[in-house]
């Protein structure tokens, strides 16, 4: 046996017990405690230096649960942070620090033209968060940091097949991909593909529109209720040093987001906590899992599957390094900067349960 420290969202410090190397879980209630890994935990030395680093210094606090979504918040130790001024892409775009146009005002549907106005603030461009307007809605391929003052192409795909009109100017779309959709864009599909995926989604979720267009389907009503009482429940159980978390639906690993900073996770977690909803709405009703063992122990393994992975740098068009993971079971993208995380995503590379039920709603 061996000890290890939990900390609340108070710092105040418990004892507890660590068994077999496993990170283990208090029961003092969601939201209260965190737990770190110790050096008989899995090893995370072939991951680049930033990821790594990251790794090494998360603590993962207790889940926070809507059935049958379960959020496990992480914090890194110490002020292990990312440093300097940071904003989410629809911060920036809201505040007018962020343009995003059609490429050559004409437009090309694999490229938009992307200016950061402000003179200090970076900005996290991350993969799957879609850009409304222009002449036809797109999401973003692969995580981008836009330095202050930088100009830069970004690639994107179509999420919107029926429209090609309207002003070239982007706006916040304030949604990202449905995690299905998401796979797919990390298994290298292409704009047909996409485009399928696409339409399936607004299928299952019985939310067709005109121009196919996956904002809209996202948009509907009924879907924004059901996810909106999901981040109601969640979000003010996160504590304020959350930099990342793991994501379980009923017993099964969904995902993992990194982040360098509070402020990065906390801006994005609505739009995740959407994302993974949606699914859960498409694969419609299921068992309750009401034992927070099972979510847990979920939740532990994945941690433990992302720590034994690895990950290499992979080009990026702006800012810092890209990195990427494709390992047995596991995909994973994301970005850095300065060695120091800005933020990656891991999604298991296939799904135990129906991607799409058309009697979902």
Same mark, same amino acid.
């Given at each position: 046996m061996m000890s290890a420290?939990? *900390?609340?969202?108070?710092?105040?410090?418990r004892d507890t017990v660590l068994l077999a190397g496993l990170i283990v879980w208090s029961c003092f209630g969601a939201g209260s405690t965190a737990a770190q890994p110790t050096e008989a935990s899995a090893r995370s030395d072939r991951h680049v230096v930033e990821l790594a680093r990251y790794l090494e210094s998360a603590e993962i606090y207790a889940g926070i649960?809507?059935?049958? @979504?379960?959020? &496990?918040?992480?914090?890194l130790r110490g002020d292990d942070v990312l440093t300097?001024?940071? @904003?989410? #892409? /629809?911060?920036? @775009?809201?505040?007018? %620090?962020?343009?995003? @146009?059609?490429?050559?005002?004409?437009?090309?549907?694999p490229l938009v033209h992307v200016e950061n106005r402000s003179r200090s603030d970076h900005v996290l461009m991350m993969s799957g968060e879609l850009l409304s307007g222009g002449k036809q809605t797109r999401t973003v391929r692969q995580d981008v940091i836009v330095a202050p003052g930088q100009r830069v192409d970004v690639p994107v795909l179509c999420v919107e097949k029926r429209r090609w009109s309207g002003d070239p100017r982007f706006g916040a779309g304030q949604t990202?991909?449905?995690?299905?959709?998401h796979r797919a864009l990390r298994q290298g599909a292409d704009q047909d593909q996409i485009w399928g995926e696409v339409a399936r989604n607004n299928a299952a979720l019985r939310a067709e529109n005109p121009t196919d267009s996956l904002h809209e389907a996202l948009g509907d009503p009924q879907i924004r209720d059901r996810v909106r009482v999901a981040r109601q429940r969640i979000m003010p159980e996160v504590p304020r040093d959350s930099v990342g978390f793991l994501f379980v639906v009923g017993d099964q690993a969904a995902g993992a987001e990194l982040f360098g900073r509070p402020s990065l996770s906390t801006g994005l977690l609505p739009k995740l906590? /959407?994302?993974? #909803? *949606? /699914?859960?709405?498409?694969?419609?009703?299921? %068992?309750?899992?009401?034992?927070?063992?099972?979510?847990?122990?979920?939740?532990?393994? &994945? &941690?433990?599957?992302?720590? %034994?992975?690895?990950?290499?740098y992979v080009n990026t068009p702006g800012a810092g390094e890209g990195i990427r993971t494709r390992?047995?079971?596991?995909?994973?993208?994301? *970005?850095?900067? /300065?060695?120091?995380l800005v933020h990656f995503g891991f999604q298991p590379d296939a799904v135990p349960v129906p991607q799409f039920r058309p009697d979902s709603r």
């Open positions: 420290r939990f *900390v609340d969202s108070e710092h105040a410090t649960t809507y059935p049958p @979504l379960t959020v &496990f918040p992480i914090r300097g001024s940071w @904003l989410t #892409m /629809d911060d920036a @775009l809201e505040s007018g %620090r962020l343009v995003i @146009l059609e490429k050559g005002g004409g437009g090309q549907v990202l991909l449905p995690q299905a959709i906590i /959407d994302s993974y #909803m *949606v /699914d859960v709405i498409i694969q419609g009703p299921r %068992r309750p899992e009401t034992d927070s063992d099972r979510h847990q122990r979920a939740a532990i393994e &994945f &941690f433990e599957q992302i720590r %034994r992975s690895a990950s290499t390992t047995p079971g596991l995909l994973g993208d994301g *970005v850095g900067l /300065d060695r120091r």
